[in-house]
């Protein structure tokens, strides 16, 4: 039972980091005036990839308190 009860914590945050980063890459796209095609050209560059990762694990902190 603990393992399945942990099992289902992690996937739980997986699910809200998710929506975390789905938020994030919103919020980046709108702050920089981006079109979802112009944010393909540049989603894989790693200053971007750095910008969201942190945009996205402190929307998750803040939910997560």
């Known amino acids: 039972y ?3 009860q ?3 914590s992690v996937l739980h945050h997986e699910s809200i980091l998710e929506d975390c980063m ?3 890459i919103t919020e980046f796209c ?3 005036k981006l079109t979802p095609e112009m944010f393909a050209t540049i989603e894989n560059h790693l ?3 750095i910008a969201l990762d ?3 694990m402190s929307i998750f902190e803040g ?3």
Request: with cysteine; charged share 30%.
């Open 54 to 56: 942190k945009k996205a």
């Open 30 to 32: 709108e702050a920089n």
């Open 63 to 65: 939910v997560c308190q």
């Open 2 to 4: 603990k393992h399945k």
């Open 47 to 49: 200053g971007v990839q």
């Open 6 to 8: 942990s099992l289902m």
């Open 22 to 24: 789905e938020q994030a």
